[in-house]
């Protein structure tokens, strides 16, 4: 079965004069219906604030909670933090545990909402106020759950929040490839990152995604993969760079999870990245992205066995 995290309080009224809008984490799970799924639905609860400040400075989580952060941090984020983006702020990085803990269970689950890589640990940035990823991974592993955890991050935005709070930890690999020419403007350094020219469509993406993700899974052989599916690689995305089909990011999706299963890893996948003016069309973005991770994930009988080998693609 496939196994969704979902909450109805990820989606929040849009703050006065922001771009952003939340609707699109309502519209992913009309756009799951509109398909027929057979779908499990778990709803998480909030992170408690003792493991995001594990990631994030105590006074910056304060403010956040208290809906009360300074203008230029919210400035930096991109909308204002209000009562109910505060709600979804510590509701998001439970879902990704969550769906961690549901594919570790099962072998895989998603999160309908997550993918926060831009947060950093004194602020927000780029649309993302905590970072979901990094918080997970952090209390699994400290709760015994997994030894070391790999973030595949395939967003056309580099994860450098993500890089840099996860920095020096050998039990974390942060894995990035992006538009280089894209936001941020100043890269951080992740274990592993491919930085790509503008307009790469299906075909050179994939190539080079297949030539670099097997040996740095072989080469950290981790207990779970944290997949940051976001769709914004799409050539119709207003803020990517890139030009994937829709059958490039089915491929892309496919590619990456067939690398977990045959090494019997269990994988979760967050949102990640998205945008343009017809909102329903980027949710069913994100939906045939979780689908076809399901798909191919159903390509295999066995269940996933940590640490198992398999042969590469």
């Not at 009360?68 to 990704?96: E, M, Q, Y």
């Amino acid at each position: 079965m496939l196994h969704v995290v979902h909450h109805p309080h990820y989606v929040s009224p849009a703050a006065p004069g922001s771009r952003f809008t939340f609707d699109k984490y309502g519209l992913v799970m009309e756009a799951l219906a509109e398909t027929g799924a057979d779908a499990i639905l778990h709803q998480p609860e909030p992170m408690p604030t003792s493991w995001v400040e594990a990631i994030h400075d105590a006074d910056y989580v304060a403010e956040v909670a208290a809906s009360h952060v300074p203008l230029h941090k919210s400035r930096r984020i991109g909308f204002p933090i209000s009562d109910s983006v505060t709600r979804r702020a510590f509701l998001s990085p439970g879902g990704t545990w969550l769906a961690a803990k549901l594919a570790l269970d099962h072998g895989y689950a998603a999160n309908s909402a997550g993918g926060s890589h831009h947060a950093m640990a004194d602020t927000g940035a780029g649309y993302c106020v905590f970072n979901d990823l990094a918080i997970a991974a952090n209390r699994l592993i400290a709760e015994g759950d997994v030894r070391r955890v790999m973030i595949v991050d395939l967003d056309v935005h580099q994860g450098d929040g993500t890089a840099v709070l996860m920095a020096g930890r050998p039990d974390v690999f942060t894995f990035s490839i992006h538009s280089e020419s894209n936001f941020p403007a100043r890269k951080a350094r992740s274990s592993f990152d491919l930085g790509l020219p503008d307009a790469v469509g299906d075909t050179e993406y994939l190539a080079a995604l297949a030539a670099v993700l097997p040996p740095a899974i072989d080469g950290f052989a981790p207990d779970l993969i944290f997949y940051q599916a976001g769709v914004d690689p799409h050539r119709d995305d207003r803020l990517g760079r890139l030009a994937l089909s829709d059958a490039g990011l089915r491929d892309r999706d496919h590619y990456v999870m067939r690398q977990a299963r045959r090494r019997g890893i269990p994988l979760a996948s967050a949102l990640g990245g998205g945008y343009g003016d017809d909102r329903l069309e980027v949710a069913r973005r994100h939906v045939r992205s979780i689908l076809a991770l399901y798909e191919a994930f159903c390509e295999f009988d066995a269940p996933p066995v940590r640490g198992a080998a398999g042969d590469l693609e």
